[in-house]
């Protein structure tokens, strides 16, 4: 089987089987909202680029005719939602000019929507304005994999010079720059080190959704390192480091989103949108374009009462709302000196 396509199969069979540490984080009500739901503004950017509403469709699959079907599925769903969405890593159409269309498909279903195109973090100068040209992205991500690398059994073994290929790139491309993780987290050493190379908007992208080493595991014939299916950080505590950073950066979040609270406590925890992915690829894979479609309508409808339930009318008053943080989240926060009573105490 295609590379690709295992591991879509093995993302839908794995969804949803990690802890997920968003329901650690607990919301204070406020009884006393003074808003109405039409007040609310779901607007954002990222990256410079506007989006009416702070979630995206996260970087998936591509480079085969099953994913170049997905990608044409994903970007209807995108085209019909008004979302922004990025394609899986575009190395197999660089090797490999023959694959190019399994990208390419996204443009045209989606002609006039904000696509991100996405490489991994060893590409070239030269490469990656590659990627951008093949369908006119709108802005670029560079995604951090070295774990999934080095359980990946035909994997990269030598990340030396990352840093300063994300630097150079920085330096010469022509649209905005997103460097990402792929479901491992951050800290806030890892984003200083991000910020001191001039990248400005960062996906933190943590553990509790799609688990890459749990997947290039179930790749390996022995399945040996199965210990390594929860390595790094979750998306709650990458976005509590995050704000404990020197530099500031623009911050999304990734990584375990479910649903339509999810998103809302990502942005209470000063993300500026989110991405969606394996929710997405369950629902299309399992019930089709059309429900998928809905499903992420319906997310757009309860950020709307979630926003009027706190009394926020913007993004920016979101990241003010206070939140009680609980169990291993609060364990972290202990252990990495991150203030439990500044969140507890926001206004």
Same mark, same amino acid.
């Given at each position: ?121 060893? &590409? =070239?100068?030269?490469? *990656?304005?590659? %990627?951008?040209?093949?369908? !006119?992205?709108? +802005?670029?991500?560079?995604?951090? @994999? /070295? ?89 709650? &505590? =990458?976005?509590?480091? *995050?704000?404990? %950073?020197?530099?500031?950066? !623009?911050?999304? +979040?990734?990584?375990?989103?479910? @649903? /339509? ?87």
């Amino acid at each position: 089987m295609n590379r690709k396509d295992e591991h879509v199969s093995l993302a839908k069979a794995f969804h949803n089987k990690q802890k997920n540490e968003f329901d650690t984080v607990r919301i204070v009500h406020n009884a006393l909202p003074q808003l109405a739901v039409s007040e609310v503004s779901l607007h954002t950017s990222v990256a410079g680029l506007d989006l009416h509403y702070p979630f995206y469709i996260n970087a998936m699959t591509g480079g085969s005719e099953k994913t170049k079907k997905i990608n044409r599925e994903l970007a209807t769903i995108a085209k019909e939602t008004d979302l922004m969405i990025a394609t899986g890593s575009v190395s197999a159409a660089l090797k490999d000019p023959t694959l190019a269309e399994t990208y390419q498909v996204m443009r045209d279903v989606y002609p006039n929507g904000k696509i991100l195109a996405n490489v991994g973090a060893g &590409t =070239s100068v030269v490469k *990656a304005k590659q %990627a951008i040209e093949l369908f !006119e992205a709108d +802005a670029l991500q560079i995604h951090l @994999n /070295a774990p999934q690398e080095l359980v990946m059994p035909e994997g990269d073994r030598d990340f030396s010079n990352w840093k300063e290929l994300i630097q150079a790139i920085r330096e010469e491309i022509s649209v905005p720059l997103i460097v990402k993780e792929v479901g491992f987290g951050m800290t806030r050493e890892t984003i200083d080190e991000l910020a001191a190379l001039g990248v400005k908007t960062i996906d933190i992208s943590g553990r509790s959704g799609t688990s890459f080493t749990q997947i290039e595991n179930a790749r390996r014939p022995k399945r040996e390192l199965n210990y390594l299916a929860d390595w790094g950080q979750s998306t709650v &505590t =990458s976005l509590l480091e *995050a704000n404990e %950073a020197k530099y500031p950066v !623009e911050v999304l +979040a990734s990584g375990g989103i479910r @649903n /339509a609270f999810d998103i809302f406590k990502a942005l209470c925890l000063g993300a500026q949108a989110v991405g969606i992915s394996g929710t997405v690829l369950n629902s299309l894979m399992s019930n089709g374009v059309e429900d998928t479609i809905q499903l992420l309508k319906d997310c757009q409808d309860e950020l709307r009462l979630l926003f009027t339930m706190v009394g926020a009318e913007t993004i920016d008053q979101l990241h003010h709302h206070p939140v009680i943080l609980t169990g291993a989240t609060k364990d972290w926060c202990e252990a990495r000196g991150i203030s439990l009573t500044k969140y507890g105490n926001r206004k």
